[in-house]
């Protein structure tokens, strides 16, 4: 079975630095996708970014980028020029692209803001 | 507007009492699911559809129930709710992850809490 670990429950950064949030996963499957998602206080789950697992550039959207490493099973996602309103709990999450499609997701780390 | 709309957001009922959560997609997505959060446990899938009349059981789908008898529609039921029950809710749907980009769109949360 496919699994998703977040090392880290809690992280906080200042304001305007850089944070790095660890992902990995254990899979024998070799085309799937990745996925952070942001959940604010307000309860949404929101995307942040994707991988296809078949890609070996990283993601990237906006201040929000990841270090895909597929032979290591690694997806971290680096956030610069950090902001208050990233402040929130940020999930990694797996899916297979074919057979059981459901999103497996890890335990969470919770992000905190510094000003 | 494209959006996974759940109903109630917020719901206390007591042990034994049948309710349903009603979940709506307006995307014509395939393939729709039930998640439910706990603290410290990220989100784990209860049930999910890949089509009308297609449902399988997810990780956790002991005393829960589904029907997918219209596209746009899966409600979730819970037929005896127990306070182990107490949590939170996504309703989320999608493209079958071959087709589309893998996303898995989310419903805002249903807090439901079992006396």
């Known amino acids: 079975a496919q699994t998703v670990t977040q090392s880290q429950p809690e992280m906080s950064v200042q304001e305007a630095e850089t944070v790095t949030l660890s992902c990995t996963y254990d899979?024998?499957?070799?085309?799937?996708?990745l996925f952070w998602y942001k959940q604010p206080p307000s309860r949404q789950m929101i995307l942040v970014i994707r991988?296809?697992?078949?890609?070996?550039q990283n993601a990237t959207e906006n201040r929000f980028s990841v270090n895909f490493q597929k032979a290591a099973k690694s997806f971290s996602l680096k956030i610069s020029d950090s902001q208050l309103g990233d402040a929130a709990m940020y999930f990694c999450?797996?899916?297979?692209?074919?057979?059981?499609?459901?999103?497996?997701f890890g335990t969470g780390t919770r992000l905190t803001i510094i000003p | 507007e494209a959006q996974v709309t759940q109903n109630p957001r917020y719901l206390i009922t007591v042990t034994g009492k049948k309710l349903t959560v009603t979940c709506s997609q307006n995307?014509?997505?395939?393939?729709m699911s039930w998640y439910r959060q706990d603290p410290g446990l990220g989100l784990r899938q209860i049930y999910y559809?890949?089509?009308?009349?297609?449902?399988d059981k997810g990780d956790v789908p002991e005393g829960y129930k589904v029907s997918r008898k219209e596209k746009r529609n899966f409600p979730l039921i819970l037929e005896s709710p127990s306070p182990n029950q107490t949590s939170l809710y996504f309703c989320?749907?999608?493209?079958?992850?071959?087709?589309?980009?893998?996303?898995?769109?989310f419903g805002e949360g249903s807090r439901l809490t079992v006396l």
């Open positions: 559809s890949m089509n009308v009349e297609v449902t």
């Open positions: 989320a749907s999608s493209l079958t992850a071959s087709r589309g980009t893998g996303e898995l769109f």
């Open positions: 995307m014509n997505h395939e393939y």
């Open positions: 999450a797996y899916r297979l692209v074919f057979g059981n499609e459901k999103l497996t």
């Open positions: 991988q296809e697992a078949y890609k070996q």
């Open positions: 899979t024998s499957e070799s085309d799937y996708y």
